[in-house]
């Protein structure tokens, strides 16, 4: 019970949210998507809709907390947990299905021989407990997340596998080796991307391993690579570690060693080596008072771990990028790559960091302890995997593209401020919210929609569209408002508000207000009689049934029409495009009709699009046509192949010598 009474004490940072969103307004940037995603048409805070796989899997109580003081394993809910206790030995040797935990303990052993065993659930073994696949034994973790499932050792335990498979649905699982255990895996396929983390004095041997993954090692720990490819070792450097070392081509290495025997290499106290190796990605996690320097090198990862009270600043690191001499900038440590390429980047502020990162491209970035994290016009590429918040962490992230998965975690906050979330791997769509934390979206566009699970809430708030419109009219104001909480959390929606004020003005006028949640839809109607043109700033709130709130802003210009409607001329008609509105196309239908008793004469058609000042924006027809009735589609897009922003057009027909026929449309860009 202490696990979840620890969830439910988290407070919604209620003053941290105000502000960023407040000085996102003053900013006044609009994100546009397109930029970031092509053909994408979809407006902000427009997602595609998962069936939530794994919301219901959890319940009140953990199924195992351990002494492995790194995370926790979050509880399931409605399964038959396995144990296999003292003295005992549990052989599967047909095809077996566990719909919920394993947990071996106390010298008991798991035995899965020439069988496939389908998991649902964690695999722990602690207390000397063991877990053994071999001859083609087959571990299927069914998992649908990146990390839902682990393979956990504790307290002397020992995971061997040979001439076996791993799998997890084609999504990334971890494996957790803590307190001198022990994990074996020899000629065995890992067609999934593995995280093997290895602390406290505990072995790591692979042998015959064709996709090994990232691997993360501390302490006084043992690792042995041999005949193995694709692996992405991240080598702790400690407190008063001291590296000055060139790393082999990563391509193929014959023997590598990295520990305190070699020269170059002090104060690390553990030993990796790599013998007959292909594709070894030299990667670093680097920690405060270390001093690390690498010449000539390639390196796959730097992980920087920044945990202290102090406040850090960075600007303008990018992944991809090749370093004649950089001086990585956060003041307690040395870390220099001189002549180096550096693929990826990995922050991680912990403890009470205060943490500042502007126009940087990133792999993975995680908010931890009681950190604050401000990330502006950076780019999440999601190569080394996810951006989220952990913890008790706070992170927020405007004006930029996460290329990956985003999360929160535990008691933590995410923001996401006119933020684009379209990855590129599979695996990486489930943007969840876990624990008792907050996920909170303005303004945001979600390639697959965030899903809250647990006892977390997750609130969005976009004003998506106009960002133009007219004086002396009503504007439909197009957005969403809703929250999600997670199954055992029993917040729900209470109102949205929806104002205006002039531009920098700081007193509102509300426009409209609703008890409903809206979904990419109409959130309020604006009446323009009266209004002068110029700059306005729109403000949406949002309020769960607790009190917490959301805010969202968007500028809109208001003008005078410089172009009206017009009735149809004698002779043809133009009808009303439908949709009307529209997002990505739309169809407007015209009618040119002969004249009584006249013979059939071709005639100049022609149909040009003009925006609220009367610029030729594109010309759809501009030909000789007969009488007739003809469809005509245009996409929003300019005689340049642009997309247009938000907001009112017209479009006017003209036939021969006849008057022209002008209507209007509604574009949401």
């Keep these: 019970m202490m696990f979840w009474i ?26 546009d998507t397109r930029k970031h995603v092509a053909q994408k048409t979809l407006p902000i805070g427009r997602c595609k809709r998962h069936i939530p796989k794994g919301r219901g899997f959890f319940t009140e109580t953990p199924v195992f907390s351990g002494n492995v003081g790194v995370q926790y394993i979050e509880p399931l809910n409605k399964k038959d947990d396995l144990y296999i206790g003292t003295g005992d030995t549990f052989l599967i040797d047909t095809n077996y299905v566990q719909n919920g935990n394993i947990i071996i303990y106390g010298d008991g052993v798991l035995i899965v021989d020439s069988a496939k065993l389908s998991l649902s659930g964690h695999l722990v073994a602690a207390n000397q407990g063991q877990a053994i696949f071999r001859d083609n ?95 992405m070792h991240w080598l702790e450097t400690p407190d008063g570690s001291v590296i000055d070392i060139q790393f082999p081509d990563p391509d193929a290495v014959s023997h590598f060693e990295f520990s305190e025997a070699v020269p170059g290499v002090d104060g690390i106290g553990y030993t990796f080596i790599a013998d007959t190796c292909w594709r070894c990605w030299w990667s670093l996690e680097t920690w405060p008072g270390c001093s690390v320097t690498v010449h000539n090198s390639e390196i796959r990862g730097s992980c920087l771990r920044i945990p202290g009270s102090d406040t850090f600043d960075i600007y303008g690191i990018t992944n991809y990028h090749f370093h004649p001499d950089l001086l990585v900038p956060l003041s307690d440590r040395h870390l ?53 918040s952990s913890d008790s962490a706070f992170v927020s992230f405007v004006d930029g593209v996460s290329l990956g998965y985003v999360s929160s975690y535990k008691r933590s906050t995410l923001l996401l401020i006119n933020t684009c979330v379209t990855p590129i791997w599979p695996y990486q769509s489930m943007n969840l919210a876990h624990g008792h934390s907050y996920f909170l979206a303005v303004n945001s566009y979600f390639e697959y929609e965030p899903e809250a699970m647990d006892t ?28 999600d909480a997670g199954p055992f959390n029993s917040i729900t929606f ?9 531009e920098g003005d700081s007193i509102w006028t509300l426009m409209d207000e ?64 439908y949709p009307n509105p529209f997002r990505e196309k739309t169809v407007i239908s015209l009618e040119s009709i002969n004249h009584v ?66 209507r209007k449309m509604l574009f949401l860009n």
């Design 6 to 31: 620890a969830l439910i004490l988290a407070v919604f940072p209620q003053a941290k949210v105000d502000k960023v969103c407040l000085e996102n307004r003053e900013r006044k940037v609009v994100l």
């Design 137 to 231: 034994a087959h571990l299927h973790f069914n998992q649908y997340y990146v990390g839902q499932y682990y393979v956990w050792l504790v307290d002397t335990s020992k995971f061997e596998a040979a001439d076996a498979t791993i799998d997890a649905n084609g999504v990334m699982h971890y494996a957790q080796i803590h307190d001198n255990c022990t994990y074996i895996a020899k000629r065995t396929t890992f067609p999934d991307w593995t995280f093997r983390k290895v602390f406290d004095r505990s072995t790591l041997i692979l042998e015959d391993v064709y996709h090994v993954g990232d691997l993360m090692v501390d302490d006084s720990c043992f690792v042995h690579f041999t005949r193995c490819d694709t692996l």
């Design 336 to 388: 220099e790559y001189i002549n180096t390429y550096v693929f990826w980047w990995n922050w991680y502020p912990m403890e009470n960091t205060v943490f500042n990162i502007d126009s940087c491209v990133f792999g993975e970035m995680i908010g931890r302890g009681n950190s604050i994290t401000c990330a502006t016009r950076c780019t999440h590429d999601g190569a080394t995997i996810t951006l989220n």
């Design 456 to 483: 977390s809430l997750l609130m969005v708030a976009a004003i998506d569209s106009p960002s133009t419109g007219m004086i002396d009219t009503t504007i439909d104001i197009y957005g969403s408002a809703w929250i």
């Design 494 to 502: 209470d109102r949205c508000e929806l104002y205006w004020t002039p």
């Design 514 to 577: 609703s008890t409903s949640q809206v979904y990419n839809d109409v959130i309020g109607i604006w009446n323009t009689f009266g209004m002068s043109e110029g700059g306005y700033d729109l403000r949406l709130t949002i309020w769960d049934d607790v009190g917490d709130s959301l805010k969202a802003f968007r500028n809109i210009s208001l003008q005078s029409l410089g172009i009206e409607e017009q009735d149809n001329p004698e002779g043809s008609y133009l009808f009303q495009n």
């Design 597 to 662: 008793d006249a013979a059939v004469t071709w005639s100049q058609h022609s149909i040009h699009i003009y925006d609220l000042t009367g610029r030729l924006v594109r010309t759809l027809v501009d030909e000789k046509r007969e009488p007739g009735r003809y469809l005509v589609r245009w996409d929003g897009r300019d005689k340049d192949g642009k997309f247009m922003p938000s907001g009112i057009y017209f479009y006017k027909l003209k036939v021969g010598d006849e008057s022209s026929r002008t």
